[in-house]
C-alpha cells in the first residue's frame, strides 16, 4: 500500500509556505523588509546569532517516518540556544529572527512542526518570531539571530573574573549528554526509572535557557550591600569545562573545579560510572545553565535562592584550569579546551 | 607540477578561524555569548535576516580557480542585500551579525576575502560586523541578520499607499540583470565599450544599497511645508515588477506603471532590444534600489534632489499594476507576481 505523499516544500513555494507560517509570528510583524521592536531607553542591544545544518546539529531523516517527530524539538532546541545566550550577557530577549534553508523534498509538515517547537519554546519566555528569511537550500539549515535588551551596568561579560571569586552553576550537568546517549542507544540505561528516562531525554531535546537566572542574581545583588559585584559569566552550551576555560582565557586567570561539588543528575548513578558522569558533566555540553564567577559572599546567596545551583570551585591565579578530588583518590587534573572543540573535519 | 595545496577550513578548525576573522570586526565585539550595541533612545530596532546558499544565491566553484577571485564580491552583495532591507524601511545602521556554514575543504582564504568585501560593504555604509556564528556544514551557507534603528515617525512601510501616490524610483533597473549576463555569457554585449561592460558587471557584483536615500528623503519634506507625509515602499531586490505588486498587496491598492518612465541604463540600447530591457528592468532583480509611493509633489522635490530617480507611475483604485505605453505601441499589460518569484524547484 502506498502512504499518500505528503506536501513538499516545493508544492507550495516560497508565498504558501511564508502563508503556513504567518500564524506563528505576531501580527503586524511580517510583511515588511524588516521587523520592528522597541528598545527600552537607555538599555543596550544585545545581538546573537546561530546556525544550525542537518546531519551536524540534528538529523532531519528525511527517509524516515520519524522525520516530523523530531521536528518541534529541533525548534525548541534552536530557540533555547539563542535565548541561553542573551541570558549568558544578562539580557532580557525582545525576539528571534528565523532564516531557513529548505530542500524541496522537505515536507511541509516538517517546517511547521519546527516552528511549533520554536514558537512554544519563545513562549515560555515571552518572546517572538519577529521575522526572517526562507530560500532554497540542498541542505536543510536553521539560522537563528536572537536580539535582547540590558542595563548597561548590568552586562554579563566573560573577561572580568577575578582571582577568589566563586564559580557557581546554575543547575546540574551531564543530563543532556546522558539523553542523547539514551537516544542514539536506546538499549542503554535498563536500570533507570521510566521517570528518569524521560526526564534525561527531555533534558537534551527541550533543554531550559536560564533567563529566569537574571532577575534572580540582580535582586539579590541589591538586597547584599557588601558586594556590588561584577558578574562574570556565560553559559554552558559547549560544556562546563569550555565555559571555565573560555571565562579563564578571557580574564586572564586559572581555576580549581572540585570533582565532588560538580552537581550531577542523580539518575546517572547506578547507570554508568563516576568518572564517565563527570565526563559528560564536563564535556557533554548542550545543558544550557549558566556558569557565573562572582564574589564570594554573593554567590552563596545566589545558591541559596536558585534551587540546583552550586558552588562549584574558584577563580585562581596563573592560566590553569585543575579539577581536584577533595577525597584524595584521583590525581589533580588539568582540563584543556581540546577535549570540548568541535572540529571542522 | 603540483602546485601547494591551500589552507582549508578543515585545517585550522574553529578556533583558527575565528582568531583569523577577528581583524574584521572591532575590537571588543568578539569573545561574548553575544554583542553589545547601543540604540539612540526613542528610535525603534530594525532587524532583519538573509540567508544565502552556495550553488542557489552564489556559486564557490570549490573545484576551480575562480574561487578566490568571487569571495569577496559575494560578502559585499551579502552585506549590501541586508543593508538594502534597512533602507527600505527608513533606518540607519547599526550593526550585522554573520552566521557561516562551512565545508572542511573549503579553502581560509575563500572566508577571509568573502569577509574583506563584506566589511568593505559595511564600511562604506559606516557600519559593522558586530558577532556571528560559524559551523560546519556540506554546503556552503551565508546567514546575514542586521540590526538598524529609525525614529517611530519615519518608519516606511509596505502597507500605507493610497490612491493619487505617485511612485518613484530611487535610480535605473536592469544593470544588474544586464551584468549576470555579461558573467554568464561573456562573448555577449560585443558592441558595448569596455567602460559599460565593466559598470554592468560591477552592478551586479558590487551593488549600493541606498541608506543615501533616507536622509535625503526627510530633509526634503522638512523643507516641504504642504508634506506631512506618509512615505511608502521597499526596495527592489526582487525586481521592480515585484515591489510594486507587493507594496500593491500590502496597501489594497492598484498602479499604473509607465513604460517610456522607467529609468533603463544607457548601455542597455544597442545590446537588447527594448522589450528585453523592460523584461530585465521589471523582472531581472538585485538593483537593490529604493521604490516609493509619496505625495506627487514631494516625489517631484525627491526626484529633484536624488540624481537618477524617476518617477514611473502612481497608485490606483482597484488591485491591478498594469504597465502602460504612452507612446501607443503596445497594449497595456497586467503585471503578477509569478514572474518575479524565485520557486522551490
Not at 544585545?46 to 542537518?54: F, G, I, P
Not at 526572517?132 to 536572537?146: E, F, H, K, N
Not at 580574564?251 to 568518572?275: D, F
Amino acid at each position: 500500500m502506498n502512504l499518500p505523499r505528503p506536501l513538499l516544500i516545493r508544492d507550495v513555494g516560497e508565498q504558501g509556505l511564508l502563508a503556513r507560517l504567518q500564524r506563528f509570528c505576531p501580527p503586524g510583524m511580517i510583511g515588511d523588509d524588516a521587523a520592528l521592536l522597541a528598545v527600552v531607553p537607555g538599555l543596550l542591544l544585545v545581538v546573537t546569532e546561530d546556525v544550525l545544518v542537518d546531519g551536524v546539529h540534528f538529523s532531519v531523516g528525511l527517509a524516515s517516518p520519524i522525520v516530523t517527530t523530531v521536528a518541534a524539538d529541533v525548534g525548541w532546541r534552536a530557540a533555547a540556544a539563542n535565548l541561553s545566550d542573551l541570558a549568558a550577557m544578562g539580557a532580557s530577549p525582545l525576539g528571534i529572527t528565523v532564516g531557513l534553508g529548505l530542500p524541496g523534498e522537505l515536507p511541509v509538515a516538517w517546517v511547521e512542526e519546527f516552528y511549533a517547537g520554536l514558537t512554544e519554546c519563545l513562549n515560555q519566555y515571552g518572546t517572538v518570531v519577529a521575522g526572517g528569511d526562507i530560500c532554497r537550500s540542498p541542505v536543510l539549515t536553521v539560522a537563528i539571530a536572537a536580539f535582547g535588551q540590558v542595563p548597561p551596568n548590568r552586562v554579563i561579560r566573560r573577561s572580568t573574573a577575578q582571582p577568589g571569586d566563586a564559580i557557581l552553576v546554575t543547575g546540574s550537568h551531564g543530563a543532556s549528554r546522558a539523553g542523547l546517549e539514551l537516544l542514539l542507544h536506546p538499549e542503554q540505561g535498563t536500570a533507570l526509572t521510566p521517570g528518569d528516562r524521560t526526564s534525561l531525554i527531555r533534558a537534551h531535546q527541550r533543554p531550559n535557557p536560564r533567563l529566569d537566572v537574571i532577575p534572580a542574581l540582580w535582586t539579590t545583588q541589591l538586597s547584599d550591600q557588601s558586594a556590588k559585584a561584577r558578574i562574570t559569566g556565560m553559559d554552558s552550551s559547549d560544556g562546563l569545562a569550555d565555559a571555565v576555560l573560555q571565562i579563564c582565557r578571557a580574564s586572564g586567570v586559572g581555576a580549581t573545579l572540585e570533582r565532588q561539588r560538580l552537581p550531577l543528575p542523580p539518575a546517572l548513578t547506578g547507570w554508568i560510572s563516576p568518572a564517565q558522569a563527570i565526563d559528560w558533566a564536563l564535556y557533554g555540553g548542550e545543558d544550557f545553565e549558566l556558569v557565573l564567577c562572582l564574589p564570594s559572599e554573593l554567590a552563596q546567596q545566589v545558591q541559596r535562592r536558585l534551587p540546583g545551583a552550586a558552588i562549584v570551585g574558584s577563580i585562581t591565579h596563573g592560566s590553569e584550569v585543575i579539577l581536584i578530588d577533595s577525597a584524595g583518590t584521583d590525581e589533580p587534573t588539568r582540563l584543556s579546551l581540546e577535549q570540548g572543540f568541535q572540529h571542522f573535519t
